[in-house]
């Protein structure tokens, strides 16, 4: 490159992923800017690399007029218009396999932590309380786990709980039959199917236009009474209102959320039941996936910026 090409970081990306920018690239960092500085800015940047966070819709990229790639360190595009970016061409770069383990292993995490009432376990006692029987979960062994969404991550978790002795279910309408066997998860035709027969529910979906609120009242009354929900995938799969008002039923026993309706997110009425354990967002935060991820964006938005192959666009 004769001059050096801009890119612009809006949230946060590993040191290793931005020495590599630095080596070809004037790199400029400006975590949680402002919309409208953002937008004043993003016109002299050819590259633009976020998180989740940053809105990269239509009037963003109306404003960056020499935008050439939008690098998406993680795996979900739902916060850019990808059929905008097409239009303008530019190309949207996700990093889809650097962080799926982790987001996996939180939501395994949820799940332990919710059946064993751990959180709140541990605030009890570090409040100066000892009561041995107060905090009665529940064993995943023999229990049947349903995920929605038997993709990357949900096949992951999968994998995994088979050997805590759960009996896997998945409703997966867009894979094969074939992936279910190699997962070790019985299929189901419908999502009703799924939902009336898991003790525990997880959710792998990204979030589209078919899959926001696909968890609302009516599938909350398929459930199973006593259902466990983990959600690491995005808010708004589930109806925010409608598992509030499950919980306060007693139907849900307990959710794990590490995604919200809104984000990012200081409160809701679900903060305030007991029996919610929420998290911000934390599924892709490991020192492993962050390093992973930023080196994989870095490497996209150099290639693109170099007119050369991006794989995982
Ligand atoms: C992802 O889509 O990769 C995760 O939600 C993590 C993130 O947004 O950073």
């Known amino acids: 490159m004769d001059h050096k090409k801009k890119v612009l970081i809006t949230e946060k990306v590993d040191e290793e992923g931005i020495k590599l920018l630095q080596q070809e690239l004037e790199v400029d ?20 690399i976020v998180r989740s966070e940053t809105k990269v819709n239509e009037e963003l990229m109306n404003y960056g007029k020499k935008l050439k790639v939008v690098g998406r360190a993680g795996n979900g595009i739902d916060n850019i218009d990808v059929p905008a ?24 995490g949820l799940l ?9 376990a541990n ?75 898991a003790d525990f529910i997880t959710i792998h ?15 909350i009354q398929w459930m199973k009474k006593g259902v466990r929900i983990v959600n690491a995938a995005r808010g708004g799969i589930i109806c925010e209102q409608a598992l509030y008002d499950g919980l306060v039923s007693g139907k849900i026993v307990s959710a794990g959320l590490d995604v919200h309706e809104q984000e ?27 390093q992973n991820v930023g080196i994989t964006v870095s490497q996209q938005v150099l290639n693109g910026l170099k007119g050369e192959i991006v794989p995982n666009a």
């Open 264 to 290: 990012p997110c200081f409160n809701t009425p679900l903060f305030g039941l007991d029996q919610v354990i929420v998290t911000p967002h934390i599924g892709a935060d490991t020192l492993e996936a962050q």
């Open 205 to 219: 979906t990204p979030k589209t236009k078919e899959t926001f609120k696909m968890i609302g009242e009516k599938e």
């Open 112 to 120: 332990l932590a919710q059946a064993r009432n751990i959180p709140q």
């Open 123 to 197: 605030s009890f006692l570090k409040a100066g309380n000892w009561e041995r029987t107060r905090f009665k979960g529940s064993e995943l062994y023999n229990k049947t786990l349903g995920i929605i969404g038997l993709g990357r991550i949900g096949s992951l978790v999968a994998t995994r709980m088979a050997p805590f002795g759960m009996k896997v279910i998945a409703y997966d309408p867009y894979i094969s039959d074939e992936r279910f066997r190699r997962f070790g998860a019985e299929k189901k035709e419908t999502l009703k199917e799924l939902l009336e027969e």
């Open 85 to 108: 970016a097409t239009e303008r061409g530019i190309i949207v770069a996700n990093t889809p396999e650097s962080n799926t383990l982790s987001a996996c292993e939180l939501s395994i």
């Open 29 to 48: 960092i400006a975590l949680g800017l402002p919309r409208e500085e953002l937008l004043q800015r993003i016109g002299d940047y050819d590259a633009l």
